[in-house]
């Protein structure tokens, strides 16, 4: 049916569905905690995915771009939200100036 299972190594699941061109196509991926690494689970209703735009440094305005981040619903039980999301950016920001 053009799907077919593949294990690339000892370290991938026996369960990466795959089609014949090699698109991903397995029901549920979960995400994890930018933050914390943790898996967010589908049950986990307070976790948020934000975008944060890139912005032009000589206009101030947006590039077009975005990047992703996500936080557990952990994180923001604990308050640290917004610590995390502000190290993130400023890590990422630093990682794309040394680019």
């Known amino acids: 049916s053009g799907l077919a299972q593949t294990a690339s190594g000892p370290d991938s699941s026996p369960a990466d ?18 933050w914390t ?19 032009d440094a000589a ?4 590039a077009g771009t975005f990047r ?16 995390a999301l502000n190290t993130l950016i400023a890590r990422s920001d630093a990682a794309v100036a040394e680019a």
């Open 17 to 34: 569905m795959q089609n014949v061109d090699g698109t991903n196509v397995d029901l549920y991926i979960p995400r994890k905690c930018s």
């Open 68 to 83: 992703t981040f996500a936080l557990c619903g952990y994180v923001r039980q604990k308050g640290e939200a917004d610590q």
């Open 59 to 62: 206009t101030g305005r947006y």
């Open 37 to 55: 690494n943790r898996l967010i689970t589908a049950k986990d209703h307070a976790a948020v995915q934000i975008n944060v735009g890139d912005v």
